[in-house]
C-alpha cells in the first residue's frame, strides 16, 4: 500500500482495526504511548485559561480525551473543561464513546471529516491531534481548518512519531519495520494496517518541515517537543 492513501482507505482501515486498536496500540508501544499522550495534553493545558473548550482530532478510541479529563480534575479552575473528540472512522468512535460512558465523563463525539471541520470561526481555544495528522489526505487543508476553527491566541499541539537516527534509530527501525508490522498482523488480523504505519512514518515531514507548514497557517512561536529518543515529536504553536 501506497504511504499516502486516500481518506476513504484510511477510514476503512481503522473502522477495521478499532475491536484490537487499543490492546495493539498499548501493547506495541511498551505503553509509553500513555506516557506521550500525558505530556501532549500537559502542553495543552499550559498557559490555558480557565474553563477551556478544547477539540481533538482523529480522537480515535478516546484517549486524549480520557487524559484531558484526568488531568483537569488536578488543576485549579480547570474543572469546567468543555471537550470535543472528532473522528471519521464510526468503529473508532463507537469504543471511545463507551470509554467515556463508562466513567462518567460529559463529552461530545462526533462523526466527521478533519479536513472539513463541523465547527464555525474560532470556536476553541486548544486544538489536540495525537497520531492522527500523518494520516491526512492534505495537511495543507487540515492545517487551514484547525486555523479556522480554533480562537486567536488558542493553542494546536501535535503529537506525530518521528525518525530517530544513530545507533537508537537502527535498533528503533528494526523493531518498528519488522517485528511491529508482523505482530500488528498475527493480533489484528488486518494485513496493511501494521506496515502503514512506519511507511507512513518514513515519508513523513521532519521536525523543521512541520514545524514550517504549522507556520504557515497563522500559527507562532511553533516549538518543537521531542521523546523517547525521537520516536515521538510534540509540536506546539499559538493562533496568531
Ligand atoms: C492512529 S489513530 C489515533 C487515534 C488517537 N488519537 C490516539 O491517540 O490513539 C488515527 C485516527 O485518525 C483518524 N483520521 C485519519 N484521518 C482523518 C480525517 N481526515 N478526519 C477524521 N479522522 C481521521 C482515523 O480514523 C483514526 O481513528
New binding site residues.
Partial sequence: MSPVIE?KK??EM??NIAPT?DLL?HSLSFGL?FYW?KRAVRLLFENSISSPVFL?????????VLEIFRQSKFKINKSNVRVYG????FP?LGIGKSKIVKRLIDCDFIQ????SLPFQNASFDGII????FR???SRGE?LAEISRVIRPGGKIVI?EFGNPVGIWGVGFNFYFKCILPMLGRIFSGHREAYSYLPATVSEFLSPDETKNLINQYNFEDVNVHSMTGGVVNIFVGTRT
Fill in positions: 481518506r484510511v477510514k481503522f473502522s486498536y496500540n504511548d499522550r481533538d482530532i482523529a480522537t480515535g478510541t478516546g484517549d486524549v472528532l473522528d471519521f472512522a473508532m466527521g471529516d478533519a479536513l491531534i495525537s497520531f492522527g494520516n491526512f489526505e487540515g503529537l
